[in-house]
Structures are given as C-alpha cells and as structure tokens.
Nanobody, 125 residues
Framework: QVRLVETGGGLVQAGGSLRLSCAIS????????MAWCRQSPGKEREFVAA????????STSDSVEDRFTISRDYAGKTAYLQLNSLTPEDTAVYYC??????????????????WGQGTQVTVSS
C-alpha cells in the first residue's frame, strides 16, 4: 500500500523556521510531482507549494511567497518544505501529496495516493 508520511512539524515562535519532510513508501513508481497543502482550523485545505517530477519546476502560493521553499531528493520519493519567517497565520496542519504530473491545483492531489495524517505546525506570537 502506498503511503505518505509527513514529519518535522512543531511549535515555533514567530520569525522562526521549520523544515518539513514527506516520504512516499510502498510505491514502485520512480517519481511523482509533489505538493504541500495546509489546513487551518475552520478553513479549507489550501495549496502551498508544488515541485515537478524532475525538480526543475516549482511554485509557491501567494500566501507564502518566498518564505517557503519546496525541494525534493534525487531519488524522487521524498519532498521537503522549508518554512522561514513564520507567522501565527501559518499555523496549520501541513499535508503532502503526489501526482503523476506537476500541478499547482489542490484538486489534482489526493487521487493517486490517500492523504496522510499531516504534521502540525504551530507558530506562537
């Protein structure tokens, strides 16, 4: 069974940084397009960042701009999200997911691999 496991969340003060990791296990496919999304209490899940299968193309949402950076390992099974200059508005559960293509649309994810448990990021003021 293909699974996604997100790690790296935690409690951090405003202005701090975290690095999230997302590992795909149980898959024989070589590489996926990968993305990070987040969901804050009372809000819908939103797209945060995406990276292509090769890693040559990436994008982040306007809400995080260049404070967050997505990357991936060469093997293609792990993606990372570097979170810098965090604010309390970044508090959310962060989820990763994968697709067979590169997409910046939240609706394109969760169809190939089920959403994982996510990792909680809490930013204190």
């Amino acid at each position: 069974q293909v699974r996604l496991v997100e790690t790296g969340g935690g409690l951090v003060q405003a202005g701090g940084s975290l690095r999230l990791s997302c590992a795909i296990s149980g898959s024989t496919e070589r590489k996926y397009g990968m993305a990070w999304c987040r969901q804050s209490p009372g809000k819908e899940r939103e797209f945060v960042a995406a990276i292509s299968r090769s890693g040559s193309t990436s994008s982040t949402s306007d809400s995080v701009e260049d404070r967050f950076t997505i990357s991936r390992d060469y093997a293609g099974k792990t993606a990372y999200l570097q979170l810098n200059s965090l604010t309390p508005e970044d508090t959310a559960v962060y989820y990763c997911n994968a697709a067979r293509f590169y997409s910046t649309s939240y609706s394109d994810y969760g169809k190939l691999i089920p959403w994982g448990q996510g990792t909680q990021v809490t930013v204190s003021s």
